[in-house]
């Protein structure tokens, strides 16, 4: 028998992300998104619309930065497997994000990881390790302990994900990284309106079938 | 009077993507895209839905890399203003791409670069000029001249853009570069669902009263 599917529209996740954006927003305040790509691509996009943030009294988007990892390159972005390495193929572009802000880019802000689905928690788990060092590393450069220390207190990681399958993870969030998710899925397929080849009007319609969750 | 405005709901946005993919696989036949944050983000998650490549016999997602550019995002990736300048804020990460692949990741590939709309152009020919400079300095790098020319000669650069506005523009596309809109429309106001903050159903209903285009 096949696996459960839960088929989303384009709107369901639009509807999903602005329902949690004011949360993310009073709880977290966020300054930064990393859209983990491809899957991120398309929250981390739907969300700036919903966490635009006023300075001298103009509506600005917050900054998206993208990174990718393999581990969804070569699976098409559907499930992960446990166990998987990950390897980047792209990272947070330092070289730009350094030079216009202080500290190296990272340090004092609110950063937010974004994706679509938290399956094994695999990627999320990696990412968190993997921006964490980048903010250790910025640390050291600071010489100044007092400065420092204030620096490490307000530098927040954070992740939203669209839904958040319950199922046993592969690893742990650190009691330190916030962490919302728009949905708690159990643990079906998710087919995401982006992945639909054939008629999208049709996955729409067909999806009044999914089981009540 | 308000500029007229065209409501796309986000079927609208995957229908045409999906009937341009075929085209852009026949005739350019791309193996990395770059998507131009925000605005590229989602039509490129899209896109590789429609552009999967068989290699050993598995269907293949074909790699996407962001850039980013602040011209959107200090202008909430709305509108470009002729003559305003571009600057980088992520670009494509060659520390990861380059050490997997030959020749620094760019030369013998197919490379599709996305955004949602051709608006002044301006991002579009930066990006595109900004791309051959890494190219030719791939190229340079090579010493054997025969091979030199045989990279040159395979490396191909495209563009592809969900709408292309039809109006005066501030640059032009190189003759040897690719063009795929999937929509040409009327210098009107493309009002897309993801910047959508109020009511995405009624965004939808109204969209029925869309202008004949």
């Not at 350094?98 to 689905?117: A, C, F, N």
């Amino acid at each position: 028998m096949a696996p459960p599917m839960l088929r989303l529209s384009y709107n369901d996740i639009h509807n999903a992300i602005a329902r949690t954006a004011p949360r993310i927003m009073s709880e977290f305040s966020p300054d930064l998104f990393i859209a983990i790509g491809g899957g991120g691509f398309i929250p981390a996009r739907i969300l700036r619309t919903f966490c635009k943030v006023t300075t001298d009294g103009k509506k600005r988007n917050i900054p998206i930065q993208a990174v990718g990892l393999t581990l969804y390159e070569s699976l098409g972005g559907i499930e992960e497997v446990v166990g998987q390495e990950v390897v980047r193929v792209q990272w947070i572009d330092f070289s730009t994000l350094g030079s216009k802000l202080k500290h190296g880019g990272l340090l004092g802000r609110h950063i937010l990881i974004v994706d679509e689905v938290d399956d094994t928690r695999t990627t999320l788990v990696y990412t968190i390790k993997e921006m964490q060092k980048d903010i250790n590393k910025q640390l050291e450069a600071i010489e100044d302990v007092d400065e420092r220390e204030r620096l490490r207190a307000t530098t927040k990681l954070g992740i939203f994900v669209v839904h958040n399958k319950l199922k046993p993870k592969a690893g742990e969030i650190p009691a330190d990284v916030a962490y919302f998710s728009a949905v708690d899925t159990p643990d079906v397929w998710l087919a995401y309106p982006w992945e639909c080849e054939t008629d999208i009007e049709e996955h729409d319609m067909l999806r009044k079938d999914n089981p009540t969750l």
